[in-house]
């Protein structure tokens, strides 16, 4: 026997020896988290998983891939303001599986203004901080670098300058400005001289803005047989946008839509960006924002608004939401009680579950309770407020127990269970209406029978015990059939029954 104990387990250790390990998927222990940048910076999501070396790593943006990446972070390029909104994701990889990780967004705000003398504090020479001053000898202005964003420490590449460009209406003078640039305005100028006084402004427009740079284009008139091209940079009276008045806080009732409204003041034109929770709003870009009918979900959310103007970008104070949701109230009405007859209880049978329903067709409450060793009909057209009384059955024994209900084509159903007689029965009727479909009176179609005619409804009979529950509720099976089922409790005997309806 020991031999054989030994066998077995050498058999066993074998077999468990060649059982394959099964890993599970890379598990991801920190997801990408939501960022906030500044137009013009970079943002960088990382991830942090574990799994079976070696994991590799596939990075998304809106659901596409981002290429052949295959490291835990990743950073984008410089933003621009059209980047707000876009959702980063990863798929971390492998041997076993891949699992993906959860998004998170991206939000880009509008470049904040940096002003000339801050720019200018670069400069290692005070004497050369001043607007025409040009410290590094390349001959451009510290006014012209600073609105075209160049560095004031370094001398301006030829791509940092305005240029002639080819396009399908004709030539073009282009140069973009710096959105953090303030206080200073840009005028394209022509001279056929370069004489003193011979220079002219030329129309320009913008035609791209991506919250760090603006690009402007003038048309090169082809009618000169010369001309000369120049920008010019000069300081005005441009003032830096100004909130007078801050959206609101305000409390609305679930459903409602409130509106944010803001006043602000500064050199124009001034643009305006609604956020919520930090977040852009995506068309929301007017002095006041509705959003859409609040739930409970938005209480507490927080509003602002950003103003943009040629000479900066201010941010509004928060607006509070706060969301109330209604108390439930309940109105009640008096109701007059079932009829008191020959002296018996009102209204239900003792432990009685359903012991009124209303009726399919005319919305009558019919209800059958016991009066004095009988069982009674009362009817109310009225939701309960007054009662009629309908003809009785035959006699029974008062009951401890019993249930109604209606079933799909009118009939009523009674189960009726009495502990001193030691069982129950169960009862159908027809209800007789009036030609408004109000109940006029019953028809009797399986008389109610105390004595027990039906055994699958008999509970212990113990004389005293008051803990008997009896109910019946009118379905269909799982065939789409109409049944009735019925569920007996009895306490002492600790019995639950659940039996068919009989034919």
Known sequence: MQTLRLALGALLAAALA??????????????????TVTAGATATFSVA???????????????????????????????TLADSGAVFSVIVTDGTGSTPSASASLTVNPLAPNPFSTWAMAI??????????????DGIPNLIKYMLGNSPDSAAAPGDLPILAPTAGGTVF????????????????????????????????????????????????????????????????????????????????????????????????LTYQWRKNGALITGATDPSYTPPPASAADDGARFTVLVTGPSG???????????????????????????????????CWYNA?????????????????????KLMA????????????????????????????QSADGKIHILYNTLYSGGGAYARFTLVRDGSGHITNFTSDLPLNPSGNYPELMLPAVNGNMDVRTGIVAG????????????????????????????
Not at 365 to 372: C, E, M, S, T
Not at 476 to 503: C, E, H, K, Q
Request: proline residues 10%; charged residues 15%; neutral net charge.
């Open 174 to 269: 282009r140069f973009s400005r710096s959105r953090g640039a303030t206080g200073i305005s840009a005028a394209v100028e022509k001279s056929t001289t370069l004489a003193a006084g011979s220079w002219s402004a030329v129309a320009s427009a913008k035609t791209a803005d991506d919250g760090v740079f603006e690009t402007w284009e003038a048309t090169v008139s082809t009618a000169d047989p010369r001309a000369f091209y120049r920008l010019n940079a000069t300081t005005n009276a441009d003032l830096a946008p100004a909130i007078s008045t801050s959206p609101a806080s305000t409390s609305v009732a679930a459903g409602s839509a409130p509106t944010f409204t803001v006043a602000a003041s500064g050199t124009g034109p």
């Open 49 to 79: 998983a574990t799994g079976t070396a070696p994991l590799h790593f596939a990075w998304q943006r809106d659901g596409a891939s981002l290429g052949a990446l295959d490291s835990p972070s990743y950073t984008t390029p410089p933003t």
């Open 476 to 503: 269909t099976d799982s065939a789409g059939n109409p049944r009735l089922f019925w569920v007996m409790y009895d306490d002492p005997g600790g019995t639950y029954r659940a039996v068919s309806p009989p034919a």
């Open 378 to 405: 009362a009817v109310s057209r009225d939701s309960g407020r007054t009662w009629s009384m309908l003809s009785p059955n035959p006699s029974f024994w008062l009951p401890n127990s019993g249930s109604i209900c």
């Open 124 to 137: 290692a020479d005070p004497a050369q901080r001043g607007p025409t001053a040009a410290p590094l000898g």
């Open 313 to 347: 970008t201010v941010a509004s104070a928060e607006a509070v939401l706060s969301v109330t949701t209604p108390a439930r109230t309940t109105s009640y009405t008096a109701l007059q009680d079932l009829p008191v007859v020959d002296g018996g209880p009102r209204g």
């Open 18 to 35: 060649v059982v394959p390990r099964v890993h599970a998927a890379p598990t991801i222990g920190q997801a990408p988290q939501p960022l």
């Open 353 to 373: 579950e359903n012991a009124i329903v209303r009726d399919r067709v005319g919305g009558d409450l019919v209800g059958f309770f016991p009066g004095n060793s």
